[in-house]
């Protein structure tokens, strides 16, 4: 059995006819291999240009980002809505002032002392008597049967004020190292409330009340009238010491003595019963 063989290229380029094998068609015998021609040298090749555009929107194209803003947006102006219920608790507050102000003027109350705040507090400037220093030689409390005479101490060993002696413990004791009574500053003067034999000068001072009057004879034959603001109890260890001794706001007496319960030692009762009261006038012996 012959053998097929391909045609062989002659040096023009035709194909030579193999003696023996079937006969290929010219039109097979006519074409030519592929060739790759290679660019010609020193040329430049790069990319593909690129496709050429159509209209419209391509159907795979990311979004492109939007540029944020360098500040913040401002808010926009115009008023929001108010909640309901803070509609009515305005209607409300505003129905309790027209009401109150019809009472005031109904019954000449003094709102304005009603709905003051810390300004009550305050006491007015200059609106009450200064008097020149003069030591205080006796005291007279009418509501508790209070009449004393007042001898000078000073502070104890421990820094503390100190007390009356007890063989006088019928006495009170003026702190010489502050205000006279009647000075700008609080006055201070102490006593006991009992011994072993009992009751002594201050035993009944925590049954004052806010109102009542203290009375301070002094060296210079005045007397400095005091009213008493409050009767309170603190703790010996943590008496506000500030308000006890430090409030120069205007003329005040500070009336010191022991209370609570007995725990003994140098302690002794476990608290302090200190009267506040301002000075509200003057007057002469």
Known sequence: MATRQPPRNTADG???RIVGGPRMPESVLR???????????????????????????PPFRAPSPRPQPRQPPRPMRGKKPWPIGMVALALLFLGLFVVAMGLGAATNLDLGNLFGGADRNQPPPRAFPVLDPSRPERLSIPAI?????ILEVGQASDGSVDVPPLQRHNEAGWFDGG??????????????ADTRTG??????????RAGQRIEVTRADNSVAVFEVNSVEKFDKGKLPVQRV????????LRLVTCGGRWVGGSTGYSDNIVVFASLVSAKKT
């Not at 002594?200 to 049954?207: D, E, N, Q, T």
């Not at 001794?245 to 005040?252: K, L, N």
């Open 199 to 208: 009751p002594s000068v201050f035993h009944a001072l925590p049954k004052l």
């Open 179 to 192: 205000p006279t009574p009647g000075q700008f500053g609080p006055a201070l003067i102490v006593g006991h």
């Open 31 to 57: 074409k030519r291999p592929a060739q790759i021609v290679a660019p010609p040298p020193g040329t430049i090749t790069g990319p593909l240009p690129p496709p050429p555009r159509t209209r419209g929107r």
């Open 14 to 16: 035709t194909a030579e």
């Open 245 to 252: 001794y430090g409030d120069y706001s205007r003329p005040s």
């Open 145 to 149: 049967n209070v009449q004393a005479p």
